[in-house]
């Protein structure tokens, strides 16, 4: 018997078989058209992992939360093109591109174009939950015409 928790989990068109395809949240109406699988951190065996990586996907026209965390992200983009709000600017994302959203960002992907925006998105296992903005907030973020056009709420 082998005791080694190692292991490959395979990929065909941006699902991995043997991983859940879960909703992006159950509650709320500020996030469109997104999905999530847990890839790696949260399965038997892994619990060495300080670390949780997941894949999102965004469909054409869809957007994810504007959330802000103490804890960082490290997001690769693997799949479509669009934009993501880091605070108070909106930078463009395509294939391979690397996010790194520091703690207290606000931020926000939103997918253009006509297929979906795919990335991994690394966070630590021990992580605080989202915070979503306050009106005092919003008003900041929105004091900035270039995100103020894109933001979605």
């Not at 509650?27 to 469109?32: I, L, V």
């Not at 021990?126 to 008003?139: F, I, S």
Request: hydrophobic share 35%; proline share 5%.
């Amino acid at each position: 018997m082998n005791d080694n928790p190692s292991k490959v989990i395979k990929a065909r068109n941006y699902r991995w078989d043997s991983v859940p395809l879960r909703e992006y949240k159950t509650e709320g109406t500020h996030f469109k058209d997104i999905t999530r699988q847990t890839l790696l951190g949260e399965g038997e065996g892994e619990e060495a992992l300080n670390f949780i990586t997941r894949y999102f996907e965004i469909q054409p026209g869809g957007y994810s939360t504007l959330e802000r965390h103490q804890h960082v992200h490290a997001v690769i983009i693997i799949r479509g093109r669009g934009e993501v709000i880091l605070e108070d600017r909106v930078e463009p994302v395509e294939l391979h591109d690397c996010v790194y959203i520091a703690p207290d960002t606000f931020h926000q992907f939103h997918a253009l174009g006509d297929e979906p925006l795919g990335f991994l998105c690394i966070v630590d296992r021990q992580r605080d939950r989202p915070q979503l903005p306050e009106a005092d907030d919003l008003n900041r973020l929105l004091a900035n015409a270039e995100v103020a056009r894109r933001l979605k709420t």
